[in-house]
Each structure stands twice: as C-alpha cells, then as structure tokens.
T-cell receptor
Framework: GAVVSQHPSRVICKSGTSVKIECRSL??????MFWYRQFPKQSLMLMATSNEGSKATYEQGVEKDKFLINHASLTLSTLTVTSAHPEDSSFYIC????????????FGPGTRLTVT | GQNIDQPTEMTATEGAIVQINCTYQTSGFNGLFWYQQHAGEAPTFLSYNVLDGLEEKGRFSSFLSRSKGYSYLLLKELQMKDSASYLC??????????WGAGTKLIIKP
C-alpha cells in the first residue's frame, strides 16, 4: 500500500513553454502533498506544501507564479512550471502524507525535467 | 535555525559494517527518518525513530538519542547494491521534514 505515482517520469521542453507534472496517491487519501526539487548531487529542497482544497504554502525563494500548484482532490496534486528556463531543469519529486498519520510521507518516483 | 548534519561521503568494503551519523537541531521533534536514494531515483523509506534506542530491521538498524540530538544508521553485511545516498530527515513541530544533505556511501569490492 501507500503508492504514489508521478507523471511524466521524464520531460524535455523548450525554453518558454509550460510543463505540468501530476502526483497521485494511488491507494490512499492524502490531505497534504509536498513538492521537492533536487539538483544533481544535492539534497531535496522543499518547494511547497500542498493542502487539498486550499492554496499551497511556498517556501522562501520559490516563485508561486512560476510554480503553480493545484491540489484539487485527496489523491491528486499538480505542479505546473510556467515559462520554463534551462535553470529550471531538475528532478522534481512529490510526496504525500497519509490522512491521520502525520509522521509518514510516501514519495513518488520523481520527474526529470530538462529545459532546452 | 534548523540544522541537520551528516557526513558528505563515506567508503566501505563489501561485507563490512558502516555507521552513518546524523546530528540535528530543530524546532520541535516528531521523529527522525532515514531514506535511501539511488542516483536518479526518488528516496525510499528505511526507518523511523521517535523514541530513544535502536530499531533493527534486517541488515539495517537505526539508533536515536533525543537528548543528544543524534542518530545513526548502521548497515551490516554490505552489498554492492547498498551504494547510494542516505538521507537523514527530522520531522519538526509542524510535522515538516527537515532534510540533511545526504551521505554518499561508496561500497568497494
């Protein structure tokens, strides 16, 4: 149980375009989902916390107008990278917290974004 | 501020034992996690400690001392597939995970 999926697993896009990444909890409900970014050889960096039915909470330094997060249901959160630039190329990982189990987070497999 | 410290890189020999340390200073404590991350993949859960002491799970064990703000991950009978980064993370008072930078473990034959 507690499986989180992400789609797509890899995406290559041109500079200036937008990319949407989906994060789904497949067999459980997640009131809270987290979006992380990881650059090569670095640790995870929390970008934002997404709560179902409310606005996401962004970490300091993360542009909310550039990284649009929508948590429309208890099983789906989306991250849209708008007007992507090469510096946005990174590994984006989502995780989901199980309802009623605040200490558990389950990670999706990640999405490798390359902006050319 | 909140801080998690762990060594950047460690090297060990196949079949041996290695201990990866993690020290932390956080606002509140709701448990400490160890994750394994292979290159290009998402982290996978290894262990969770919220009380002091040793938790053993097969070849992997995790220890916690809350009074010292200290944990370690112990890997026994090392295998080549254990080559990965090991991430220490602490759940703070808001249940938000504070991440260490990770320890890259290199296993040599």
């Amino acid at each position: 149980g507690a499986v989180v999926s992400q789609h797509p697993s890899r995406v290559i896009c041109k500079s200036g375009t937008s990319v949407k990444i989906e994060c789904r909890s497949l067999d459980f409900q997640a009131t809270t989902m987290f979006w992380y970014r990881q650059f090569p050889k670095q640790s995870l960096m929390l970008m934002a916390t997404s709560n179902e039915g409310s606005k996401a909470t962004y970490e300091q330094g993360v542009e909310k107008d550039k990284f649009l997060i929508n948590h429309a249901s208890l099983t789906l959160s989306t991250l849209t990278v708008t007007s992507a630039h090469p510096e946005d190329s990174s590994f984006y990982i989502c995780s989901a917290r199980v309802v009623g189990h605040d200490y558990e987070q389950y990670f999706g497999p990640g999405t490798r974004l390359t902006v050319t | 501020g909140q801080n998690i410290d762990q060594p950047t890189e460690m090297t060990a020999t196949e079949g041996a034992i290695v201990q990866i340390n993690c020290t932390y200073q956080t606002s509140g404590f709701n448990g400490l996690f160890w994750y394994q991350q292979h290159a290009g993949e998402a982290p996978t859960f290894l262990s969770y400690n919220v009380l002091d002491g040793l938790e053993e799970k097969g070849r992997f064990s995790s220890f916690l001392s809350r009074s010292k703000g200290y944990s370690y991950l112990l890997l026994k009978e090392l295998q080549m597939k254990d080559s990965a980064s090991y991430l220490c993370a602490v759940s703070d008072s808001n249940y938000q995970l504070i991440w260490g930078a990770g320890t890259k473990l290199i296993i040599k034959p």
